[in-house]
């Protein structure tokens, strides 16, 4: 009775998504708990004590689901930060190189500014996808079972962030290539820009895989919440109070926030107000298609 009750549970468990050495755990475990009280009471009170197979396997599922999901999510995390190290590294290279060439000057022009949109664009939302997965990460800490709802925004919300890491790397390689000889640039810059390059692939593969390997095992359906419940604390303040239910009202309240930043930023590393005029418009801009793009995925709106 023990055997056949495992055979059931086995199945269960692949049905569940839970392979590999996690299952065999779970049935090497079982086993042996099986086993004891067998002993204590017989084969018949034992199952009944251990219960459905299946509802176990839904468990361990939930379970294992929640748990990976969470390291994955820190994982992401974790590889975006090595990431961002990298791209202060290589803004440090061009600096120590000669400085930066003109945007126009690469090998094929429409490239160059291709690979100039992808730095000044993709670690942007890296940094706030990867803020936004571990803000839903730490906030649902508690607890051995998520919801698959709550899940699947942690999880895609890394994967974007993971995402916008592989094309902020993208962009340095093509950077590099494009202005392999491009004056100002010492001759060393472009090599070492493609081999940092190729380091941080590894940390970008790892982290990804385990995102992957973490949608595996099936979690309990359940809703999700947004940004609005993970800033809930925030959302509760006077002036703010009105923008829970109108994404899109926050969305332009805080895209004119980065124009003024932005205009602020471009003003002061250029001397003139119409190069923070044009940066600050570009960012702002960039923040309403990204919401309008990306904001269901990373659960801006609903």
């Given at each position: 009775?023990?055997?056949?009750?495992?055979?059931?549970?086995?199945?269960?468990?692949?049905?569940?998504?839970?392979?590999?050495?996690?299952?065999?755990?779970?049935?090497?475990?079982?086993?042996?708990?099986?086993l004891?009280?067998?002993?204590?009471?017989?084969?018949?009170?034992?199952?009944?004590?251990?219960?459905?197979?299946?509802?176990?396997?839904?468990?361990?599922?939930?379970?294992?689901?929640t748990?990976?999901?969470?390291?994955?999510?820190?994982?992401?995390?974790?590889?975006?930060?090595?990431?961002?190290?990298?791209?202060?590294?290589?803004?440090?290279?061009?600096?120590?190189?000669?400085?930066?060439?003109?945007?126009?000057?690469?090998?094929?022009?429409?490239l160059?500014?291709?690979?100039?949109?992808?730095?000044?664009?993709?670690?942007?939302?890296?940094?706030?996808?990867?803020?936004?997965?571990?803000?839903?990460a730490?906030?649902?800490?508690r607890?051995?079972?998520?919801?698959?709802?709550?899940?699947?925004?942690?999880?895609?919300?890394?994967?974007?962030?993971?995402?916008?890491?592989?094309l902020?790397?993208?962009?340095?390689?093509?950077?590099?290539v494009?202005?392999?000889?491009?004056?100002?640039?010492?001759?060393?810059?472009?090599?070492?820009?493609?081999?940092?390059?190729?380091?941080?692939?590894?940390?970008?593969?790892?982290?990804?895989?385990?995102?992957?390997?973490?949608?595996?095992p099936?979690?309990?359906?359940?809703?999700?919440?947004?940004?609005?419940?993970?800033?809930?604390?925030?959302?509760r303040?006077?002036?703010?109070r009105?923008?829970?239910?109108?994404?899109?009202?926050?969305?332009?309240?805080?895209?004119?926030?980065?124009?003024?930043?932005g205009f602020?930023?471009?003003?002061?590393?250029?001397?003139d107000?119409?190069?923070?005029?044009?940066?600050?418009?570009?960012?702002?801009?960039?923040?309403l298609?990204?919401?309008?793009?990306?904001?269901?995925?990373l659960?801006?709106?609903?």
């Open positions: 009775m023990i055997e056949q009750y495992l055979t059931v549970l086995g199945r269960a468990l692949k049905e569940s998504g839970v392979r590999g050495r996690a299952a065999d755990r779970v049935l090497a475990e079982s086993r042996d708990h099986l004891e009280l067998a002993q204590e009471s017989g084969e018949r009170e034992a199952l009944l004590r251990f219960g459905d197979a299946r509802a176990l396997a839904g468990q361990v599922a939930a379970q294992l689901a748990t990976r999901t969470r390291r994955a999510t820190y994982g992401a995390f974790g590889t975006l930060a090595i990431v961002g190290v990298g791209y202060l590294g290589f803004f440090a290279a061009v600096n120590l190189g000669g400085g930066g060439p003109d945007i126009f000057d690469g090998r094929i022009a429409a160059g500014v291709l690979a100039g949109l992808g730095l000044f664009v993709c670690p942007q939302v890296a940094f706030v996808a990867g803020c936004l997965a571990m803000l839903r730490l906030r649902l800490r607890g051995e079972a998520l919801p698959a709802g709550e899940l699947s925004v942690m999880r895609s919300r890394a994967a974007i962030a993971l995402g916008a890491g592989w902020s790397v993208g962009s340095w390689a093509l950077f590099a494009e202005f392999w000889n491009a004056a100002p640039l010492a001759s060393w810059v472009a090599p070492t820009m493609l081999a940092v390059c190729g380091a941080l692939t590894i940390p970008l593969a790892a982290g990804s895989v385990a995102l992957v390997r973490s949608a595996g099936q979690a309990p359906p359940g809703p999700a919440g947004d940004v609005f419940d993970d800033l809930a604390p925030v959302f303040l006077g002036p703010l009105t923008l829970p239910g109108h994404p899109w009202r926050f969305a332009v309240l805080f895209a004119a926030g980065v124009s003024i930043v602020v930023l471009g003003w002061t590393a250029e001397g107000p119409g190069s923070g005029i044009f940066r600050g418009g570009f960012e702002g801009v960039a923040v298609i990204c919401f309008a793009a990306l904001g269901r995925r659960a801006l709106r609903r």
